[in-house]
């Protein structure tokens, strides 16, 4: 059974730039939550798909959009990128209905903006 | 809206030795989880804990336990016989227990991690 799968592994893009990165959820799971992880600091919650739609937000600007499939996989995108930009992005599936509706995380894209 | 403190930045223990990890939170909330994350070099967060918060009885997962002192807003994670495989950053979170359609619903809100080394 894979786990939750994300790609690329690292990507360079430079300020202004676009960025897509994407994720493949666990067999089974549901809702797809996106979350940025600065060097050295605890993830931000970015925010969370369930049936293809965005249900939560974090502090995060427009730039920042999302999309969930109907196969449950979902694409984070960045616009207009910033330096400040750079982080682990991760990735994190769930089955909404389970009881503790537990998060198994990706291993993340690491994203450099030059 | 939640915030959760890990005043620790690091922490080392010798190998079978016991540590603790100290872990502090702020909610209006009655209702909400709260959880223990390891994330070795390798990147992948892995649950280690979970804890609820109407239970009372402390949640304890092999050599991993915690103490949770609801009034005090406390989450501790204790790491009994620590092994060189438990360095690590160590992350506490909280999420709301708030109904499917809750706004909070599904969120986790992390400290800032603790960085555990482990001597051999």
């Known amino acids: 059974d894979a786990g939750v799968t994300q790609s690329p592994t690292h990507l360079i893009k430079t300020r202004g730039q676009q960025v897509t990165l994407r994720c493949s959820p666990k067999?089974?799971?549901?809702?797809v939550s996106w979350y940025q992880q600065a060097l050295g600091q605890g993830p931000q919650f970015i925010f969370q798909?369930?049936?293809?739609?965005?249900?939560q937000r974090g502090n995060f600007p427009d730039r920042f959009s999302g999309h969930q499939f109907p196969n449950y996989s979902s694409e984070l995108n960045v616009n207009a990128l910033l330096l400040g930009d750079s982080a682990l992005y991760l990735c994190?599936?769930?089955?909404?209905?389970?009881?503790?509706?537990?998060?198994?995380f990706g291993p993340g894209t690491r994203l450099t903006v030059l | 809206a939640q915030t959760v403190t890990q005043s620790q930045p690091e922490m080392s223990v010798q190998e079978a030795e016991t540590v603790t990890l100290s872990c502090t939170y702020d909610?209006?909330?009655?209702?909400?989880?709260l959880f223990w994350y390891k994330q070795p070099p390798s990147r992948q967060m892995i649950l280690v804990i979970r804890?609820?918060?109407?239970?009372?009885q402390n949640a304890t997962e092999n050599r991993f336990s915690v103490n949770f002192q609801k009034a005090a807003k406390s989450f501790s994670l204790k790491i009994s016989d620590s092994q060189l495989g438990d360095a690590a950053m160590y992350f506490c979170?909280?999420?709301?227990?708030?109904?499917?359609?809750?706004?909070?619903?599904?969120?986790?809100?992390f400290g800032q991690g603790t960085i555990l080394t482990v001597h051999p």
């Open positions: 067999s089974g799971h549901d809702t």
């Open positions: 909610t209006s909330e009655s209702d909400y989880y």
């Open positions: 804890q609820e918060a109407y239970k009372q």
């Open positions: 994190a599936s769930s089955l909404l209905t389970s009881y503790y509706n537990e998060q198994f």
């Open positions: 979170a909280y999420r709301s227990a708030g109904g499917a359609g809750g706004t909070s619903y599904g969120k986790l809100t």
């Open positions: 798909y369930y049936e293809e739609e965005e249900r």
